[in-house]
Protein backbone atom coordinates (compact mmCIF):
# COMPACT_ATOMS: atom_id res chain seq x y z
CA UNK A 1 0.00 0.00 0.00
CA UNK A 2 1.54 3.52 -0.72
CA UNK A 3 0.11 6.84 0.24
CA UNK A 4 0.46 9.84 -1.93
CA UNK A 5 0.31 13.42 -0.82
CA UNK A 6 0.70 16.11 -3.33
CA UNK A 7 1.88 19.77 -2.52
CA UNK A 8 2.90 23.23 -3.97
CA UNK A 9 0.42 24.18 -6.25
CA UNK A 10 -1.42 27.98 -6.21
CA UNK A 11 -2.35 30.54 -8.23
CA UNK A 12 0.60 32.04 -11.05
CA UNK A 13 0.57 34.20 -14.00
CA UNK A 14 1.28 32.93 -17.27
CA UNK A 15 4.64 32.65 -17.71
CA UNK A 16 5.21 31.68 -14.10
CA UNK A 17 6.65 28.94 -12.73
CA UNK A 18 5.51 26.32 -9.89
CA UNK A 19 6.90 22.87 -8.25
CA UNK A 20 4.66 20.44 -7.58
CA UNK A 21 5.89 17.70 -4.74
CA UNK A 22 4.42 14.18 -4.20
CA UNK A 23 5.43 12.43 -0.41
CA UNK A 24 5.00 8.97 -0.49
CA UNK A 25 4.35 6.65 2.34
CA UNK A 26 6.03 3.13 2.46
CA UNK A 27 9.46 1.66 2.42
CA UNK A 28 9.20 0.35 -1.11
CA UNK A 29 9.18 3.84 -2.81
CA UNK A 30 12.48 2.91 -5.21
CA UNK A 31 10.00 -0.21 -6.52
CA UNK A 32 7.69 2.01 -8.33
CA UNK A 33 7.01 4.00 -11.25
CA UNK A 34 5.73 7.32 -10.55
CA UNK A 35 3.80 9.67 -12.79
CA UNK A 36 1.86 12.94 -12.91
CA UNK A 37 -1.57 13.39 -14.56
CA UNK A 38 -3.89 16.42 -14.49
CA UNK A 39 -7.54 16.55 -14.71
CA UNK A 40 -8.67 20.02 -15.85
CA UNK A 41 -12.96 20.91 -15.88
CA UNK A 42 -15.17 19.01 -18.55
CA UNK A 43 -12.29 17.39 -19.67
CA UNK A 44 -10.90 13.76 -19.29
CA UNK A 45 -7.29 12.98 -16.71
CA UNK A 46 -4.14 13.49 -19.05
CA UNK A 47 -0.80 12.30 -18.78
CA UNK A 48 1.70 14.52 -18.03
CA UNK A 49 5.09 12.94 -16.93
CA UNK A 50 6.74 9.84 -15.64
CA UNK A 51 9.59 8.53 -14.23
CA UNK A 52 11.14 5.13 -13.83
CA UNK A 53 11.90 3.98 -10.35
CA UNK A 54 15.97 4.98 -10.55
CA UNK A 55 15.21 8.01 -12.43
CA UNK A 56 17.04 7.02 -15.22
CA UNK A 57 13.82 7.22 -17.75
CA UNK A 58 11.17 9.83 -18.19
CA UNK A 59 8.42 10.49 -20.13
CA UNK A 60 6.59 13.84 -21.17
CA UNK A 61 2.31 14.49 -22.90
CA UNK A 62 3.68 16.84 -26.11
CA UNK A 63 2.35 19.52 -24.42
CA UNK A 64 4.54 20.02 -21.84
CA UNK A 65 8.05 18.54 -23.49
CA UNK A 66 10.97 21.36 -23.25
CA UNK A 67 8.51 23.21 -20.20
CA UNK A 68 7.88 20.78 -17.29
CA UNK A 69 10.65 18.28 -15.60
CA UNK A 70 10.04 15.57 -13.58
CA UNK A 71 12.35 14.23 -11.13
CA UNK A 72 12.21 11.99 -7.86
CA UNK A 73 14.45 11.49 -4.60
CA UNK A 74 14.28 7.88 -3.60
CA UNK A 75 15.91 8.80 0.10
CA UNK A 76 12.85 11.14 0.55
CA UNK A 77 10.37 8.98 -0.80
CA UNK A 78 9.36 12.15 -3.00
CA UNK A 79 8.80 12.74 -6.57
CA UNK A 80 8.82 16.22 -8.09
CA UNK A 81 7.07 18.60 -11.24
CA UNK A 82 8.99 21.50 -12.15
CA UNK A 83 6.72 23.59 -14.36
CA UNK A 84 8.13 26.83 -16.24
CA UNK A 85 6.51 28.73 -18.77
CA UNK A 86 3.19 27.70 -17.54
CA UNK A 87 0.22 28.99 -19.92
CA UNK A 88 -3.47 29.05 -19.08
CA UNK A 89 -4.21 25.98 -20.69
CA UNK A 90 -2.23 24.26 -17.73
CA UNK A 91 -4.57 25.10 -15.44
CA UNK A 92 -5.82 21.98 -13.89
CA UNK A 93 -5.63 19.46 -10.59
CA UNK A 94 -2.97 18.21 -10.72
CA UNK A 95 -2.34 13.85 -9.30
CA UNK A 96 0.46 12.20 -8.99
CA UNK A 97 0.38 8.14 -9.13
CA UNK A 98 2.19 4.82 -8.12
CA UNK A 99 3.05 1.70 -9.35
CA UNK A 100 4.95 -1.14 -9.26
CA UNK A 101 6.92 -1.21 -12.60
CA UNK A 102 10.55 -1.38 -14.18
CA UNK A 103 9.52 1.37 -16.68
CA UNK A 104 7.69 4.27 -17.01
CA UNK A 105 3.85 3.59 -17.38
CA UNK A 106 1.90 6.37 -18.98
CA UNK A 107 -1.09 4.34 -18.89
CA UNK A 108 -3.61 5.97 -16.34
CA UNK A 109 -5.31 3.26 -15.99
CA UNK A 110 -2.35 0.61 -14.75
CA UNK A 111 -1.73 3.18 -11.56
CA UNK A 112 -3.17 1.64 -8.50
CA UNK A 113 -2.38 4.18 -6.47
CA UNK A 114 -3.14 7.88 -6.38
CA UNK A 115 -2.64 11.30 -4.46
CA UNK A 116 -5.95 13.59 -3.63
CA UNK A 117 -4.25 16.13 -6.25
CA UNK A 118 -3.10 19.98 -5.82
CA UNK A 119 -4.84 23.12 -8.39
CA UNK A 120 -3.04 24.64 -10.11
CA UNK A 121 -4.36 27.54 -11.69
CA UNK A 122 -2.75 29.90 -14.45
CA UNK A 123 -3.84 33.49 -15.11
CA UNK A 124 -3.44 35.27 -18.59
Known amino acids: QVQLVESGGGLVQAGGSLRLSCAASGRTFSSYAMGWFRQAPGKEREFVAGIRWSGTSTNYADSVKGRFTISRDNAKNTVYLQMNALKPEDTAVYYC?????????????????WGQGTQVTVSS
Open 97 to 113: AAVRSTGVVVDAKFYPY
